[in-house]
C-alpha cells in the first residue's frame, strides 16, 4: 500500500485540547469521560487522554479489547447500549455501561453474579432526541429501585441523556434541568445520592462554556470538541480559540489535472450509488482528481481543504474531485493535499484500511 492518503495526529496539539477542556470541566466540577469511538480508540491516542480523562468511552466492544490488550488502564464506559448477545464480554472488559431496559440490566446482573463480578450502569432518559432512554420517566424511577434494591452486582451509578445524535435536539436548561429533576426523584426512592448525572456529549459542552450547564449536571462525554474542535463554532459560533482544529490532518495525492466541463455531457442518470446529482454549469474549469473516496471518508464534501481558492466538487468510491480554477497553487500529479476533517469524515477515515496512519510529536 503506498504513503498516501495518508491521516496525521499531531500529539501536543491534542494534548493541549484535553487540557484546555478538562481545565474547564474540573472548573465546574464536571467528570469528563473522554469519547474515543470517533477515532477507533487508536491506542496511541487514547494514552494522550489518561490523564486528563475520569473515564474512556467508546461504543465497540472490539475497541476496549485492544485498548486492554495494548495495557491501557482506565476506566471503561460503554457509550451505546449493550447487545443482549455481547453481555459476557461486556461484564469481563468494562466498568460501566449505558442503559435503557430493565431486562438488559437482568442480564447484566446474572452475568455478573456468573463472573463474580460488578458492573456500574448509568439509566439513559429520552428528552426528545428518541434515540435511546426511558420516556415513561416514572417507569425509569421504578426501574432505578429495582436496580438499587434488586441486583446486589449491578451498581446504579447515575442516569443520563443523550441529545443531538438522532432528532438534532439542543440541549437547553430546561432539558438538562428536567435531567436533574429525575436524578432527585430517584435519590428520594433510593435514599442517596447519585454519583453521576450524566448531560451529554460536545453540544453540552456549549452550556458550561457560557455557565448555563443546570446545577447537578456532574459527568460530559466529550470527543468531538477535543479532537476536532469544529462543530460549536462552525454550527453555533462558539468561541473555540483556546482550542487548535488541526489535530487530525487527512493527506491525499493528486493523480489528475485537467481542464474540463462543469456539466456532465450526455444522457445523465444516477450516480454510482444510485443517487441523483445536480450539477451546476459553469463552463470550463481546471480540476484535480485525488485519490480518496467516499469508502475512505464518506462524506467528501464535509473535508475542507487547507488551500486558498479549492472547493469540493464530489466523487465516487475511490476518487475526490476538486475544483481548482482559483487556486494559485501549482497542481501535478503526485502533489499531496491537505484536509481537515470533522466528526463524521474523521471518524470514517479513521476506520478505512485504505488510509496510513502517523502520529506526529512535535
Known amino acids: 500500500m503506498g504513503q498516501y492518503p495518508?491521516?496525521?495526529?499531531?500529539?501536543?496539539k491534542l494534548r493541549n485540547n484535553l487540557r484546555e477542556v478538562s481545565k474547564r470541566c474540573k472548573k465546574a466540577g464536571i467528570a469528563l469521560a473522554g469519547v474515543?469511538?470517533?477515532?477507533?480508540a487508536f491506542p496511541e491516542l487514547v494514552k494522550e487522554y489518561l490523564p486528563f480523562c475520569d473515564q474512556i468511552a467508546f461504543s465497540r466492544l472490539q475497541q476496549v479489547h485492544a485498548l486492554r490488550s495494548a495495557g491501557i488502564v482506565a476506566e471503561f464506559l460503554l457509550l451505546r447500549i449493550p447487545q443482549p448477545s455481547e453481555i459476557a464480554q461486556m461484564v469481563s472488559l468494562v466498568d460501566c455501561s449505558l442503559n435503557?431496559?430493565?431486562?438488559?440490566v437482568w442480564q447484566i446482573e446474572r452475568?455478573?453474579?456468573?463472573q463474580n463480578r460488578k458492573h456500574k450502569v448509568i439509566?439513559?432518559?429520552?428528552?426528545?432526541?428518541?434515540?435511546?432512554?426511558?420516556?415513561?420517566?416514572?417507569?425509569?424511577i421504578e426501574d432505578a429501585v429495582v436496580i438499587e434494591t434488586q441486583m446486589p452486582h449491578v451498581h446504579l451509578e447515575g442516569i443520563g441523556v443523550n441529545l443531538g445524535c438522532y432528532g438534532s435536539i439542543l440541549p437547553t436548561e430546561k432539558n438538562l434541568g428536567d435531567l436533574v429533576r429525575i436524578a432527585r426523584k430517584v435519590e428520594e426512592r433510593i435514599g442517596r445520592k447519585l454519583e453521576v448525572v450524566s448531560g451529554g456529549a460536545t453540544t453540552s459542552f456549549e452550556l458550561l462554556l457560557q455557565g448555563r450547564l443546570p446545577k447537578g449536571i456532574n459527568h460530559l462525554r466529550l470527543g468531538e470538541v477535543?479532537?476536532?474542535a469544529r462543530d460549536l463554532f462552525d454550527r453555533h459560533g462558539v468561541d473555540l480559540s483556546f482550542l487548535?482544529?488541526?489535530?487530525?490532518?487527512?493527506?491525499?495525492?493528486?493523480v489528475e489535472v485537467f481542464e474540463k466541463p462543469t456539466y456532465p455531457v450526455g444522457e445523465i442518470d444516477?450516480?454510482?450509488?444510485g443517487h441523483r446529482q445536480d450539477y451546476c454549469d459553469r463552463g470550463m474549469r481546471r480540476r484535480a482528481i485525488l485519490a480518496l473516496g467516499r469508502q475512505d471518508v464518506g462524506y467528501l464534501e464535509d473535508l475542507i481543504p487547507r488551500s486558498n481558492g479549492v472547493s469540493i466538487l464530489g466523487g465516487s468510491s475511490d476518487h475526490l474531485i476538486l475544483d481548482i480554477q482559483d487556486s494559485r497553487e501549482e497542481w501535478y500529479p503526485g502533489k499531496i493535499v491537505d484536509f481537515d476533517l470533522n466528526y463524521g469524515t474523521l471518524m470514517f477515515a479513521t476506520n478505512s484500511s485504505g488510509i496510513s496512519i502517523r502520529y506526529l510529536t512535535i
Open 6 to 12: 495518508c491521516l496525521e495526529f499531531h500529539l501536543e
Open 36 to 40: 474515543v469511538k470517533g477515532v477507533q
Open 100 to 104: 435503557s431496559q430493565l431486562c438488559v
Open 111 to 114: 452475568e455478573c453474579a456468573r
Open 123 to 140: 439509566l439513559m432518559a429520552d428528552e426528545g432526541d428518541l434515540r435511546e432512554g426511558y420516556w415513561d420517566k416514572e417507569r425509569m
Open 226 to 228: 477535543i479532537m476536532n
Open 244 to 254: 487548535d482544529s488541526h489535530v487530525p490532518i487527512l493527506k491525499a495525492e493528486v
Open 270 to 273: 444516477v450516480d454510482a450509488f
